[in-house]
């Protein structure tokens, strides 16, 4: 079965019923998107009108397969999803675990992988021993609040940032951060590092709890396809 991020509520998407109903996918923008038409690609799924470089549409359509895909801010892709703007969504699971949508994720995708950690200077991993009041600067405020609160049960002050997060313990600012970790290069080049780890991330397959009703025959090969792919 899927997993999906709240229970199941009446939901607010409008379905429309009909043979040539497109699928409408929301691509979180950059890397994923093109890494995502890369992998389609390999599953005879193609859509020339992305491929134009000066192109200013925001809707790309392939006609014959009746698919239209969309590019979108990464947090915004779980909200395009959870209302039934788009049936299918592929973004990073932080985006994911921060928006707690409505919505099932079916699929790791396996590119873009990278982990949740708690950074800061050596110095701070005192701190986290002790269950001290410390100030935690992070684009993920849930999540940060999630693992302190939940996991940790350290009570903490949590400062959103929404970039450059890295500053937070170099300006005073923060004592730690929570942030994604991939090669480690920016913390290692702000002499800080790794104090936790909080969880992997990676591209993932989100979908429309209603459309994985209406549509669940074209739902399940296309998730059927990509993980033979995978
Ligand atoms: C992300 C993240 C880290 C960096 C980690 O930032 O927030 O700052 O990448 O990558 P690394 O471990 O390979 O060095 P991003 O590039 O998205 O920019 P931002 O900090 O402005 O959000």
Redesign the pocket.
């Known amino acids: 079965m899927w997993s999906c991020c709240l229970p199941i509520k009446k939901t607010e998407s409008v379905i429309i019923m009909s043979d040539d109903r497109y699928l409408t996918f929301a691509l979180g923008k950059g890397r994923l998107a093109n890494k995502t038409m890369e992998l389609f690609e390999k599953i005879g799924i193609t859509c020339e009108e992305m491929k134009e470089k000066d192109s200013r549409k925001l809707i790309f359509v392939n006609e014959e397969m009746k698919f239209k895909f969309f590019l979108a801010k990464g947090p915004d892709v779980p909200t395009y999803v959870e209302y039934g703007a788009a049936d299918i969504g592929v973004v990073g699971k932080d985006t994911i675990m921060e928006e707690n949508r409505r919505v099932y994720e079916v699929l790791d995708l396996g590119y873009g992988k990278c982990r949740m950690c708690v950074c800061g200077p050596e110095s701070a991993r005192e701190l986290l021993k002790h269950h001290e009041m410390i100030r935690v600067a992070s684009?993920y405020p849930n999540i940060a609040k999630d693992y302190f609160y939940n996991k940790k049960h350290q009570t903490v002050d949590i400062i959103k940032l929404n970039?450059?997060?890295?500053l937070g313990p170099i300006v005073k600012l923060s004592d730690v951060i929570v942030?994604?970790?991939?090669?480690?290069?920016?913390?290692k080049e702000n002499g800080l590092g790794v104090l936790e780890e909080i969880c992997p991330l990676s591209a993932r397959m989100i979908v429309n709890q209603v459309s994985m009703q209406m549509e669940p025959e074209r739902i399940k090969k296309l998730i059927h396809d990509l993980k033979a792919c995978l």
Not at 163 to 166: I, K
């Open positions: 684009k970039g450059s997060v890295e942030d994604i970790v991939e090669t480690g290069s920016t913390l």
